[in-house]
């Protein structure tokens, strides 16, 4: 059973940075994508950022030139750094690593970041 936790959220000022960390454990027959989504209350979840196997990535607008995401396929570990946080970022912010092979998502119970003003 494919199993994700996310780390390394909190509650950080406006300007400051956090850097989000997600473990996969269990059998992932080929990592096709890994990215972090989040969610604020109210609002649908979003997309903030992705990455392919091969290395390719895709940012929200919200998230280009302040956030990167990076992966460790190998550990099965994807991180997001995000610098010069807003209050807007303040969400549930998870995990999913999409197995190929399988054509299946799996997702982490997220972990919550706070940005004050």
């Known amino acids: 059973q494919v199993q994700l936790v996310e780390s390394g959220g909190g509650l950080v000022q406006a300007g400051g940075s956090l850097r989000l960390s997600c473990a996969a454990s269990?059998?992932?027959?080929?990592?096709?994508?890994m990215g972090w989504y989040r969610q604020a209350p109210g609002n649908q979840r979003e997309l903030v950022a992705v990455?392919?196997?091969?290395?390719?990535?895709n940012y929200a607008e919200s998230a280009k030139g302040r956030f990167t995401i990076s992966r460790d396929n190998a550990k099965k570990m994807v991180y997001l750094q995000m610098n010069s946080l807003k209050p807007e970022d303040t969400a549930a912010y998870y995990c999913?690593?999409?197995?190929?092979?399988?054509?299946?998502?799996?997702w982490g119970p997220g972990t919550q970041v706070t940005v004050s003003s």
């Open positions: 999913y690593i999409r197995d190929g092979v399988l054509s299946r998502e799996y």
């Open positions: 990455i392919t196997a091969g290395g390719n990535t």
């Open positions: 269990g059998r992932i027959f080929s990592i096709s994508a």
